[in-house]
């Protein structure tokens, strides 16, 4: 069982695993039982070299090494047809990443079927906990339906792929929409739920993409009265989809990227206590952000090596930048010149990376080049990862603080 509230883990380098269990004892120690699912893209994967057994086994030595002994789980993270096969063994969560088939034309006789099935939705439609009630006519339920239907279909491929390989009920399903440009609204999500359970698909989260930016490693960025009720909405409107269509019981919302979203933390902890709702939320992989910050106060190699991954960030950012280019906000000009960080000490150098809005020298410009710097890392190899191991203490310290304190803490506990 994935549980009311749950936690997807990145771990780039697969060192601070233990570290990241940590976090979810303290916040099982404050009352907030959390999940902790370990996800892993495609794209880190290639980077790194790293697979998916890869993952799988740091999982499971964390779980034996705490004596974790509630459920935690593989996360496919954004897989889709293409490359899920690589998948299927070291995974017992899929996210399925089927947004490149938003606005693919469906066809008339599936749309035709779908109207016919949910006429229901046409009209006034009350949904608890919505003090607004939304106004759907013919039309505009079709077009939703066309622009989504081929997605869900495509969702339902690959769901009876991985069904018939591990097994029905043997993992967890998500359905994700978020990278896309346009955000779903609640409607749209209703429409998409609809269609999720037409196609048979257990769906245990949803991740659709939400107004204003969620950019990796950094704060939100937009109206927060509109995230709220936007995200006020979707919970009842997934409260309704279970009723109504029979949906599992547990479906929840997933919220990707979701790590450092401080401004938005108040008002998803309010809503969820109020609609007593559940919350995926997946971490950008900040953890190996906190590997740097713990190298960089280690001092002597551990600093170096953080210099230098920056340096040449800095020196690659392009390249760095390409596969992230929608989800990152890097003012070049903001960026410190390598000449002055080669005067930081430690200190500094993690005060100007850590994600501490309140702090004169945090530098969110440096903070999202050298999250997307981890290919630098990766390419220093055993250099990289012998540091990780000798300065172990130091950096999971701030890992666990990280993930407990202004995650878990201000999301769950609070
Ligand atoms: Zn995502």
């Not at 060192?15 to 996800?39: C, F, S």
């Not at 702090?359 to 190899?381: P, S, T």
Request: net charge negative; charged share 25%; proline share 4%.
């Amino acid at each position: 069982m994935l549980g009311k509230y749950s936690f997807g883990i990145g771990d780039r380098f697969g060192h601070q695993g233990k570290a990241q269990l940590a976090a979810m004892r303290k916040a099982k120690e404050a009352g907030a039982d959390v999940t902790p699912v370990w996800n892993k893209s495609q794209r880190e994967h290639s980077i790194i070299g790293t697979g998916p057994g890869d993952v799988r086994r740091e999982a499971d030595a964390a779980v034996a090494a705490c004596n974790w002994e509630t459920p935690y789980f593989v996360d496919a993270d954004h897989i889709s047809l293409r490359n899920v096969e690589h998948f299927i063994e070291a995974s017992d969560f899929f996210t399925l990443d089927v947004a490149d088939f938003i606005g693919q034309p469906a066809a008339p006789a599936d749309i035709d079927t779908f109207l016919s099935r949910h006429a229901a939705l046409v009209g006034t439609l009350e949904i608890g906990g919505i003090v607004e009630a939304f106004n759907v006519d013919e039309p505009s339920l079709r077009a939703i339906a066309s622009k989504y239907l081929a997605a869900v279909r495509e969702a339902g491929r690959i769901y009876r792929h991985i069904e018939s390989r591990k097994g029905a009920g043997q993992f967890v399903t998500e359905v994700s929409m978020d990278e896309t440009d346009a955000p779903q609204t609640p409607v749209e999500l209703l429409v998409i739920l609809a269609a999720i359970a037409d196609e048979g698909i257990p769906a245990q989260t949803v991740a659709p993409k939400f107004s204003g930016r969620f950019n990796k490693g950094v704060d939100y960025v937009g109206e927060l009265e509109t995230f709220a009720t936007e995200f006020e909405q979707d919970l009842a409107v997934i409260a309704y989809a279970v009723r109504e269509f029979g949906l599992p019981e547990d479906l929840k919302l997933s919220i990707h990227s979701g790590s450092d979203k401080f401004s938005i933390y108040e008002p998803i902890q309010s809503a969820l206590k109020r609609l007593d709702a559940g919350l995926h939320v997946k971490t950008a992989g900040t953890t190996w952000l906190e590997e740097l910050i713990g190298l960089a106060l280690a001092g002597d190699d551990g600093l170096a090596i953080a210099k230098e991954v920056y340096n040449q960030a800095l020196a690659r950012m392009d390249e760095l930048c390409g596969p992230y280019a929608t989800v990152i906000d890097i003012d070049k000009s903001r960026l410190p010149d390598p000449r002055i960080v080669a005067n930081w000490d430690g200190s500094l150098f993690a005060r100007a990376l850590r994600h501490d809005p309140f702090c004169a020298y945090y530098n969110y410009h440096f903070r999202q080049l050298l999250h997307v710097g981890y290919k630098i890392a990766a390419e220093m190899g055993p250099r990289f990862l012998k540091a990780l191991e000798r300065y172990e203490d130091t950096i999971a310290e701030h890992v666990t603080a990280n993930i407990y304190d202004r995650h878990l803490r201000l999301l769950f506990v609070d």
